[in-house]
C-alpha cells in the first residue's frame, strides 16, 4: 500500500509542479506580497503549499485509509438529542486539528494559513481516496468557517487595516475560531420533507421579535455534518406569489443558527433538536442529520431575500469539491482493480493481460486524468473570480484602466467557473459511480464480498449524483447557460461556428482538428435544440430583431417550451463535459508535448461518444414528448 497519495500520484503533481498559473493566484491571495508574516514571493509560497499537500498525502495514506473499514463499519448514534460519533473517526480529526488543517484557507490574523482555496480542493482528492466521508465532514470545517467569513465581507461587517493588509475585526470572529480550533463545525441546511431540489418550496420560517431579533422555526433533513453547532439554514422571510413556481426563491433568507450554546453551569443547552441520524448506504463516517427548530435564536446574514444568491456561493464551492471527492474515489477503485487484476490468475494469464480488462483499466484511467483536468481548472478559475472580486470592492486600482482590466479578467474567470462548475459536478459523480461499479466487477465474486473494499467503494460513490444539486440538476443548468447563451449574443455563437469550420481543416496539428470537430458536434446539437424548442415559436423568432428577443422567451413556460430540450439535457451535457475536458487537454498538450498521449487516449474514447449522443438527440425523444404534453393537456 502507498505511503503518500500525493507522491505516488504523477498526473496530480503535474498540475500543481508544472501546469496551474501560481503566480497570479499567489499574488491575489498575499495581497501582493504586503501582508505581514506572508510569504515573499510566489516561489517561496508554493513550497510552503507542496509541503501542505505532502503532509496531508502521507496522512491520509497512514492514519486514514487503514481504517476505512472501521469507518465503514463504527456508525454515528443519536443519544439523549446527542449524536455520538465513533472513536475512530473521533482519533482522527484529532489528529487533523492538531496539523491545523481546519484552518488552510483563512487568513494567518484568524489563526489560519492562508492557503489558496485551490490547495484545499487538491487535499480533498487525498483524503477522499482514503475514505470520502471522512472528507466530507472535513470540509464542513474550514470550508463553513471560510462561509463565514466571505459572508461577513460581502455584507460589509468585516474591517481591514489597510496599512498592514490584514482583517482587523470580522463579524462571526469568535464562531470561526471554535471552528479552526477543531472545537466545532458547520453545515449547510436547505432540504427538508416536501422541499429537495425544489428550493421554491422550502417552508422553514425566518421571523423577528418586537425588538428585532430573529428566530427560526421548521425541519431540516439530510443534512451532511449536521450535528455540528453552526448551521446555515435557509428560512423563508417574505411572502410570494403562490401560482409562480419559480417566485419563492425571492422569498428566502439565510441566517446563521447556532444548535446549542453552553449554560451557566457549563452544560450544554440545546436551542435545536437533533431528531435522526439517518442509516444510510455509505458515507457511514459522515453522520447525515435531522434537525428541528422551534424558534431558535438566529443571526441573519446579508439582506432579506438574498438566502437564494447567498447560497449559490457555498453551492458551487460545494459542487466543485464532489468533483475532487469524486476524484478521490475513482483513483482509489482504479488503484484497487489494477492491483488485484495485475495477482489474479485465469485462464493461463494474469487478468489484466485480458483485452476487456485491459480495456477497462485503460478507460478508467483516460476517465480520471480526464476528470481531473477539469476539477483543477474549476476550482482555480472559482478561485480567482472570487479573489479579483475582493480585490476590486477592496483594494481598487486608481486608474480607470487598470480597474477594467481586472474587471474582465474577473468576468473572463466567473464565466469560465459557471461553465465549468456544474460539468465537473456531473461528470465526477456519474464516474466515481461507473469506476467504483467497474472495479467491483473486475474483482468478480471478491468485490461482492466486504473483505477486499471495492462494494464500500461503490455504495460511497452512489450518493455523489444525489447530494450538492443531483446530475439531474447540474445537466439542467448547463443546458440553460448554453442556450441562454446563443439567445444573449447568437451572432457570436454563429461566428464560433463558422470558425470551428474553418480550423478543423485549416490547422496543422492533428490532434486539433480533432478537438474541433468534436466542437462542431457540440455545437450542432445545440443548434438542433434550439430548433427544436417549442416549436413554431422558434420559427417566429427568427422573424424578429436580436433586440427583441428577451421580451420573446419572457412569455414562455419553462415546463413546456424547453421540453426538448430538458429531455435531452443530460445528454447534451456528456457532450459539454467531453468538448472541455478535450479542450483542456489539448491546451496542456500544447505546452507539455508529454500530454499528447492522454488527448489521444481521451479522444479515441471521446469521438465515437459525442456522435452517438448527438444522433441519440436529434432521432429520439419525439414519441414520449407528444405522451407528456398530451397527459398534460388532460390534467
Excluded at 14 to 29: C, G, M, R, S
Excluded at 189 to 202: F, L, N, R, W
Excluded at 244 to 270: E, H, I, N, T
Amino acid at each position: 500500500m502507498s505511503t503518500n497519495f500525493y507522491k505516488d500520484n504523477a498526473d496530480l503533481k503535474f498540475y500543481v509542479e508544472k501546469f496551474i498559473d501560481w503566480e497570479p493566484l499567489i499574488e491575489l491571495t498575499e495581497f501582493e506580497y504586503k501582508t505581514k508574516d506572508g510569504f515573499d514571493n510566489a516561489k517561496e509560497a508554493l513550497t510552503f503549499y507542496k509541503g501542505v499537500l505532502d503532509s496531508i498525502g502521507e496522512f491520509a495514506a497512514k492514519e486514514v485509509a487503514p481504517h476505512a473499514k472501521e469507518i465503514d463499519l463504527e456508525h454515528h448514534e443519536l443519544v439523549d438529542g446527542v449524536v455520538k460519533s465513533p472513536a475512530i473517526f473521533n482519533q482522527i480529526f484529532k489528529k487533523i486539528n492538531k496539523l491545523e488543517l481546519f484552518g488552510m484557507c483563512l487568513p494567518l490574523e484568524l489563526g489560519g494559513m492562508n492557503c489558496p482555496f485551490t490547495i484545499f480542493m487538491l487535499s480533498n482528492e487525498l483524503f477522499a481516496r482514503a475514505d470520502v466521508s471522512v472528507t466530507a465532514h472535513y470540509g464542513f470545517h474550514g470550508g463553513m468557517a471560510m462561509a463565514m467569513l466571505l459572508f461577513s465581507i460581502m455584507e460589509g461587517s468585516t474591517t481591514f487595516d489597510m496599512e498592514n493588509y490584514q482583517i482587523k475585526e470580522t463579524r462571526f470572529q469568535d464562531f470561526i475560531t471554535e471552528i479552526i480550533t477543531g472545537k466545532e463545525w458547520g453545515s449547510m441546511d436547505i432540504t427538508e420533507p416536501a422541499a429537495g431540489s425544489d428550493m421554491a418550496a422550502i417552508s422553514t420560517q425566518g421571523f423577528q421579535d418586537e425588538k428585532g431579533n430573529w428566530f427560526v422555526s421548521g425541519e431540516k433533513i439530510f443534512i451532511t455534518s449536521g450535528h455540528g453547532k453552526y448551521h446555515f439554514v435557509i428560512a423563508r422571510t417574505e411572502e410570494t406569489d403562490k401560482e409562480d413556481a419559480f417566485a419563492g426563491l425571492k422569498g428566502l433568507s439565510m441566517f446563521l443558527v447556532p444548535a446549542f450554546k453552553k449554560g451557566k453551569d457549563g452544560k450544554r443547552v440545546q436551542l435545536a433538536t437533533f431528531t435522526a441520524v439517518e442509516d444510510k448506504l455509505g458515507h457511514h463516517g459522515s453522520a447525515t442529520v435531522a434537525i428541528g427548530f422551534n424558534k431558535t435564536p438566529a443571526y441573519l446574514v446579508g439582506k432579506r431575500g438574498d438566502g437564494f444568491k447567498l447560497m449559490l456561493q457555498i453551492m458551487n464551492n460545494a459542487r466543485v469539491g464532489v468533483g475532487f471527492e469524486s476524484l478521490g474515489i475513482c483513483e482509489a477503485a482504479y488503484r484497487l482493480a489494477k492491483d488485484y487484476a495485475a495477482e489474479r490468475q485465469s485462464m493461463g494469464k494474469i487478468i489484466d493481460q485480458h483485452e476487456m480488462i485491459a480495456d477497462y483499466l485503460d478507460e478508467m484511467q483516460t476517465d480520471i486524468q480526464g476528470l481531473r483536468a477539469l476539477s483543477v481548472l474549476g476550482a482555480y478559475h472559482e478561485e480567482m473570480g472570487q479573489k479579483l472580486n475582493l480585490l476590486l470592492q477592496f483594494l481598487p486600482p486608481e486608474k480607470e484602466h487598470e480597474r477594467k482590466e481586472i474587471e474582465a479578467k474577473m468576468k473572463s474567470h466567473q464565466s469560465k467557473s459557471r461553465n465549468l462548475t456544474p460539468l465537473l459536478k456531473y461528470l465526477g459523480a456519474e464516474k466515481a459511480v461507473e469506476i467504483s461499479r467497474r472495479c467491483l466487477q473486475i474483482h468478480g465474486g471478491y468485490g461482492y464480498i466486504k473483505e477486499y473494499g471495492a462494494e464500500k467503494l461503490l455504495r460511497d460513490a452512489l450518493v455523489l449524483p444525489i447530494y450538492e444539486g443531483t446530475s439531474q440538476i447540474q445537466s439542467l443548468m448547463a443546458m440553460k447557460d448554453n442556450l441562454m447563451g446563443i439567445l444573449k449574443n447568437p451572432k457570436d455563437f454563429l461566428s464560433k461556428s463558422t470558425q470551428a469550420y474553418w480550423r478543423s481543416t485549416s490547422s496543422r496539428s492533428p490532434l486539433e482538428r480533432r478537438v474541433i470537430k468534436l466542437q462542431i458536434i457540440s455545437q450542432k446539437t445545440l443548434r438542433y435544440l434550439m430548433t427544436k424548442l417549442a416549436g413554431n415559436k422558434i420559427s417566429k423568432l427568427w422573424e424578429k430583431s436580436v433586440s427583441e428577443w428577451s421580451s420573446f422567451f419572457s412569455d414562455w413556460d419553462p415546463k413546456k417550451d424547453f421540453a426538448p430540450a430538458m429531455l435531452h439535457a443530460e445528454r447534451l451535457t456528456k457532450i459539454l463535459c467531453d468538448v472541455a475536458i478535450c479542450e483542456l487537454l489539448l491546451d496542456q498538450a500544447q505546452k507539455y508535448p508529454e500530454r499528447e498521449e492522454i488527448l489521444e487516449r481521451y479522444l479515441e474514447r471521446a469521438e465515437p461518444r459525442c456522435k452517438f449522443l448527438y444522433n441519440e438527440i436529434t432521432t429520439t425523444g419525439t414519441r414520449l414528448l407528444k405522451k407528456l404534453s398530451e397527459n398534460q393537456n388532460k390534467n
